[in-house]
Structure formats: structure tokens, C-alpha cells
């Protein structure tokens, strides 16, 4: 077996160099992996702004929002205005194999979507809550409490109204998606999803916390409502640069107490994603957010800012400490 193949016209090389250190994994796994699940991932990237998070060899991790000047004139992008660094950024549209392909042999491990498309950036398709656990060493313990956590945002949405599939992140905790009817403003969507964070929290205060500052979190799970606007979210399917390689894959709420984030990496998902595509069976259909839930969002502050205020009183609070 070589090194290097073709596939869909594009040059694969170094397939069996390793992915990163403690991967357990190739460069070969990973683009067989993404050509397996082709189909299901790309049906989440595309028309989207693409960010991919890369791992070149002896480098680390990091985070490629900006197409490079050697990309491929056939790759599709799109230019967007970034308000915080005041340029534009020219972001690739990951539709269809080849470009999957291409992404897999310059090293792009995890796959990151914004929550709109190209073409209507001001009307997200779903609303999203980041469920992160506690930091510790105990990552079954951590796991065990988020989803705790994700049931009290499944009963949170139930009570608006509004009903969301379940996914692991890849990472330590799980995403709750709310696929979205079209033509929602973008800041009504984040005010919904701030409403519905505290909401979750105000169920079992002792589980859930929607506190930005981590270490006002007291070991509870951290509700983050900040997933909206411009911002991404790892896509189904999508592996991340962890050890082993866990892949951010779709679960039903009836097994959320069985499983376990280890369960599921670019070498177990193939045989368990089978012909089907899990996620988009999963999904609900789209809904319209009740004007009662986005109003009470509305008065809630952005946790960004909150935190960033709150930050810097304390940081003047110490320096009159200090004098």
C-alpha cells in the first residue's frame, strides 16, 4: 500500500504519517473516515462559512478560518466581514467530496459551521446549547452530569414549546440542537437561547449554571447560551483533535444515560453509522420560537459582556485591595 493515492482528482499524500500525538490514528484513517461519512457531514457544511481546526506535523492545533493563497481555484468560498479584526475573511463552503477531500489531506481534523448559511447570515437554521461539564479528572463523572444537564434543557424547550436533538461534542459534554423555521433574526435567536439557558438552570439550580466566569460555576455544568450571532459549532460527525480521535456524533435521548463520548471515533463510526444517517433522522422538524420566550431573552445581559464587566470590576476591586 502507498503513501500517496488519488481520489475525486485530488492528491492524497503522507497517508501514513500520523495524526497527532496520542491520535492512534493516520492521516489514511482520517480520509477514509471523512470519505465514509461524506454524505452526512457534508449535508451540514455546505453553504456554510467554514472554519477547520488543522494539525500539521510537530505543530499544534490551530484554528483556520481564512482560505490559504494555495487553495484550489475549484474550492467554493465566501467573504465575510469580521467586526472584531475589522477585515474580511474569505472562508471556505465545504459542498460536496472533493473539497471534503482536500480539507482531509491538508490536516483538518474538526469541521466548524457558522449556525447560518452564506446566503442569509443574519438567520440562523438552529439554536444551540453548549453543555460543558466541570472541569476534573473524572471524565465518566463530568459526562454523567451533563447529561443530567441536558435533561433539564430538554424540559426547558418542552415547556416553549420547541423540541431538539442530542449530540455529543466530541469533547467532554453534548450539544442540544433546535433546527429552526427560516427567517428568524439572529438576535432573537440569541435572546431565545440565553431564555432558555436559565430557564434549564432555574429547574435544578444544584446541576446547571449559566455563570460565563468559570470560577463562579462551583462545579456545576456550565449552560452556554453563546452559541449564537457568527458563531460556530463543531458539526455532526465531525472528529476532533482529542486522543483516540472521538467524533461529535448524534445519540438519542432514550440511551443518553448508556453511552459515553469514548464510544464513538473515527474508527467505531463507520460500523455504527451503517447506510443511515443518524443525525438527520434525529432532527426535528423546523419551529418558530414563541414571542414570549424571545422577549424574556431580551432581558437577559449577553453573558460575554456580563462577564467581561464583572471581570474588570474585580480586577479594579483587587488593584484597591492592593493599595
Excluded at 455546505?46 to 472554519?51: D, I, N, Q
Excluded at 472528529?239 to 469514548?262: C, E, K, M, Q, T
Excluded at 431580551?298 to 484597591?320: D, N, S, W
Amino acid at each position: 500500500m502507498t503513501s500517496e493515492e488519488t481520489r475525486e482528482g485530488v492528491s492524497l499524500t503522507n497517508l501514513d504519517q500520523p495524526l497527532f500525538d496520542g491520535a492512534g490514528a493516520t492521516k489514511r484513517d482520517l480520509v477514509d473516515y471523512l470519505d465514509v461519512v461524506g454524505d452526512r457531514i457534508i449535508a451540514e457544511l455546505a453553504g456554510r462559512p467554514l472554519s477547520v481546526v488543522r494539525v500539521l506535523r510537530g505543530q499544534p492545533p490551530f484554528m483556520q478560518k481564512n482560505l490559504p493563497k494555495y487553495t484550489p481555484s475549484w474550492v467554493r468560498s465566501v467573504s465575510v466581514w469580521a467586526e472584531a479584526s475589522k477585515r474580511e475573511i474569505r472562508y471556505a463552503l465545504c459542498d460536496d467530496r472533493r473539497t471534503l477531500l482536500w480539507f482531509g489531506n491538508q490536516r483538518a481534523i474538526e469541521y466548524h459551521p457558522t449556525l447560518s448559511r452564506a446566503d442569509s447570515v443574519t438567520h440562523p437554521t438552529a439554536l444551540i446549547l453548549d453543555i460543558d461539564p466541570p472541569e476534573g479528572d473524572d471524565l465518566a463523572a463530568g459526562f454523567g452530569l451533563a447529561v443530567a444537564a441536558a435533561k433539564l434543557v430538554r424540559q426547558a424547550l418542552a415547556d416553549a414549546g420547541l423540541a431538539g436533538a442530542v449530540k455529543t461534542s466530541g469533547a467532554k459534554g453534548l450539544h442540544v440542537v433546535v433546527p429552526l423555521a427560516s427567517g428568524q433574526d439572529v438576535w432573537d435567536v440569541a435572546a431565545a437561547t440565553r431564555a432558555l439557558a436559565v430557564r434549564a438552570q432555574r429547574l435544578d439550580p444544584s446541576v446547571a449554571t449559566t455563570a460565563f466566569i468559570r470560577e463562579d460555576r462551583a462545579g456545576k455544568v456550565f449552560l452556554d447560551s453563546t452559541r449564537a450571532g457568527g458563531a460556530t459549532v463543531v458539526a455532526a460527525y465531525s472528529p476532533r483533535v482529542r486522543p483516540g480521535v472521538p467524533v461529535s456524533y448524534p445519540v438519542g435521548w432514550d440511551v443518553l444515560d448508556d453511552i459515553a463520548p469514548g464510544d464513538f471515533t473515527i474508527h467505531t463510526v463507520p460500523e455504527l453509522i451503517g447506510a443511515g444517517d443518524p443525525w438527520a433522522e434525529q432532527l426535528p422538524a423546523p419551529q418558530t420560537l414563541r414571542a414570549d420566550l424571545v422577549a424574556e431573552g431580551h432581558t437577559i445581559p449577553v453573558a460575554r459582556v456580563q462577564a467581561m464587566h464583572e471581570g474588570k470590576r474585580r480586577a479594579r476591586a483587587r488593584r484597591g485591595e492592593s493599595t
